[in-house]
């Protein structure tokens, strides 16, 4: 009996100095190998952050246009477009000494009652006002409603239009500006946004409170110093001889 348990003791010790190399081989083996899947796991995380990192800093460059649309025109009073997706709003815009000439002259300096967009003539540095005011016509005549893009501004007056079309984009010599629609109001004696020039901080946003009080629709912002602002003006006929004012962030 007791040979019998020194063979069995033997034998375990043969099977276990057999087995614990291979077992510490293999126990290494794995250790380097999710060693190296770690290593490689690592280092698609390190290039797939490196390649969000590029795109996120790619600015696309911007192409000024101006200069060939000023030329097509034959008209030097072009100084920008205005892009509004989803709302047929797509069109060039002009700026000359006063406000009124665009009221009746459209893009080739042509008389025509349909005018043309224009900025407000005191806005003399689109790059860097505090606010742009851009103005454009109206109509209840079904005849002409297809040659005043501008009318389409008055979906603004729908609250789920105002709520799912908050791009506007303004495409000037410098650069293409982002603006958010932060806002609609409608006007009958109320001027304020005809306040564009301000002679500090403080002045522009006692402005920008004036100018959102009383709004139709209104998103929850906060406008401060660094802010720039964008309005669109037309004609509004409920009531009548008023205004209807789409009022822009940039973003």
């Known amino acids: 009996m007791y040979h019998k348990t020194e063979n069995i003791k033997r034998i375990i010790t043969y099977v276990l100095i057999f087995l614990i190399p291979i077992i510490t081989i293999i126990s290494i083996f794995l250790s380097y190998n999710y060693y190296l899947n770690k290593e490689k796991e690592l280092e698609v995380k390190t290039i797939n952050e490196e390649k969000k990192e590029q795109k996120e800093k790619y600015v696309e460059p911007y192409i000024n246009e101006l200069p060939e649309a000023r030329q097509t025109y034959n008209n030097q009073n072009i100084m920008g477009r205005i892009e509004i997706p989803n709302m047929n709003i797509n069109n060039y815009v002009t700026r000359t000494s006063d406000n009124s000439y665009y009221l009746n002259y459209n893009l080739y300096n042509v008389y025509d009652q349909i005018g043309a967009p224009f900025f407000d003539y005191r806005n003399t540095n689109l790059n860097t006002d505090k606010q742009i005011n851009i103005y454009g016509h109206n109509t ?64 522009f946003i006692e402005h920008a409170k004036k100018l959102l009080s009383n709004s139709l629709y209104i998103r929850d912002t906060e406008i401060t110093k660094k802010d720039r602002l964008l309005v669109l003006q037309i004609c509004h006929y409920d009531p009548m001889g008023s205004y209807l004012l789409v009022i822009g962030k940039e973003v």
């Open 140 to 203: 209840q005549n079904n005849k002409i409603l297809d040659k005043l893009p501008f009318t389409n501004l008055e979906q603004y007056t729908n609250q789920d239009v105002f709520n799912n079309n908050k791009d506007i984009y303004l495409y000037i010599d410098e650069r293409k500006v982002h603006y958010e629609v932060i806002a609609i109001k409608i006007i009958t004696d109320d001027v304020e946004h005809m306040n564009i020039v301000f002679d500090d901080n403080k002045k």
